[in-house]
């Protein structure tokens, strides 16, 4: 076995596990073909149970059909299946991110497809260099600073530490034909020319600049874990109902924390931002009040809670004898009848289980979300209640009454729960059939 090849099965060792059934993206470009030539030769080393090479025709070069056809040989000689793709471009703007997005589209639907376990691609140590670079150009922080990484979720990049330099000198030892793109000689991309003009520069100021940047990327890569892992922990502790954050646990953090902690938070709820949305919604939470409109969506700092775009309640049929779980809230509304004298209830001053005369009810029983206008006439009140004002007076946050589950019989509202009863149907000696409505579970908020 070639003495580099040898050099490199630490690292492949390190990302593929034995019985492995991989996926080669084999462009027959220069580090694709290096990539599959030194696979092969390590392939029962590694305990590799299948290579399949996928080359992709983005449509975009005449010459690319050729190009596959040195990647389709290469696989021929070490007995690689080697299978070809076009896939179709919309002409619009941005045709080299679009290209990339549906490269990788056809990359996971084709690894589905043939069972297999992991995407090999064939980014080097020069790549990182330039993907650095270049997120530093445009303005990036320590996540994008680090580059690549060697495993994201099932794509693996087995030669991220080495040079394309070395791969050069290996592919004309071994006589390894290769072609070369035309389109990376044009300066009118930003990471061609930083390939060109900037990186010959910092290697001229130092020749291990390449090497140096990869390893920077692997302390970026671990710094950046540690803290995200750090956010993390201290986003689970300080989450409340409706995944808001506890404003008073961020205050008491680390400006650095808090800003990492924004991200995940506005990424799970799937928003898009700008670095100064962070500035933004870090003044809001020390402002203790207030409303933020990111990408369109409103944030809002309301009861010492910051709270993400608001959910809604779906109505909701609430027969005698059913549960509903009601996801936003995580508890569930139980009602049932009972066929009995009055039993003895005792009074429940959080208003989390009540009943009914059965036959003073309507049968048309709902659960749904609080109407502008809605009003109840509360249990041992005279007169009507505006909602609105029973969330007021019971400091509801906004957000939260926009899920809050109301039990109406018809238009009438009978019961919200851990709030009021409605004066309607109540118990006496006469009654028979009792109407029996609870939660199950905990409310998650504190009237």
Known sequence: MNPFVHSQL????????????????????????????????????????????????????????????????????????????????????????????KRYAAFQAFAQEHSATAILVAHTATDQAETMLMHLTRGTGLRGLGGMRPINGNILRPLLHLERGQLMEYLHDENIPYASDPSNESLERTRTNLRHQALPLFKELNPQFENH???????????????????????????????????????????????????????????HYRAENLQELDALVEQGSGTLSISGQDISVDRDHLWGPGQSLKEHPFSPGSQIDLAPFNIALKSL???????????????????????????????????????????????????????????????????????????????????????????????????????????????
């Open 337 to 447: 009848l009972m066929d009995k004298q009055r039993p003895d209830y005792p009074r429940d001053p959080e208003c989390l289980e009540v009943v009914f005369d059965a036959t003073q009810v309507s049968e048309n029983l709902s659960v749904g979300p609080w109407r502008r206008g809605d009003e109840i006439v509360p249990f041992g009140i005279s007169g009507h209640m505006k909602v609105s004002d029973l969330f007021t007076n019971c400091k509801i946050p906004k957000a939260l009454r926009q899920v809050w589950p109301i039990v109406r019989a018809g238009e009438e509202i009978l019961w919200i729960p851990g709030l009021k009863r409605a004066n309607t149907a109540p118990i006496t000696a006469k009654s028979v059939n009792i109407l029996k409505m609870q939660v199950v579970g905990e409310i998650p908020w504190q009237a």
């Open 10 to 101: 630490p690292h492949f060792k390190a990302l593929i596990s034995s019985g492995a059934r991989l996926v080669v993206g084999s462009s027959g470009g220069s580090d694709s073909q290096a990539l599959l030539h030194i696979l092969a030769q390590l392939k029962n080393e590694l305990g590799i149970e299948t290579i399949i090479a996928l080359g992709i025709d983005h449509g975009l070069r005449p010459e690319a059909g050729q190009e596959l056809n040195l990647a389709a040989d290469l696989a021929s000689k070490h007995q690689i299946d080697f299978y070809r793709l076009n896939i179709q471009l919309d002409g619009k703007d941005n045709l080299l991110a679009q290209a990339r997005e």
């Open 213 to 271: 940047m990869w390893k920077l990327s692997q302390r970026l890569q671990a710094d950046e874990d540690f803290l995200h892992n750090l956010a993390l922990e201290h986003l689970t502790n300080a989450k409340g109902v409706l995944n808001s954050i506890q404003a008073r646990v961020l205050r008491d953090l680390a400006g650095p924390l808090r800003m990492r902690i924004y991200q995940l938070w506005l990424e799970e709820h799937k928003m």
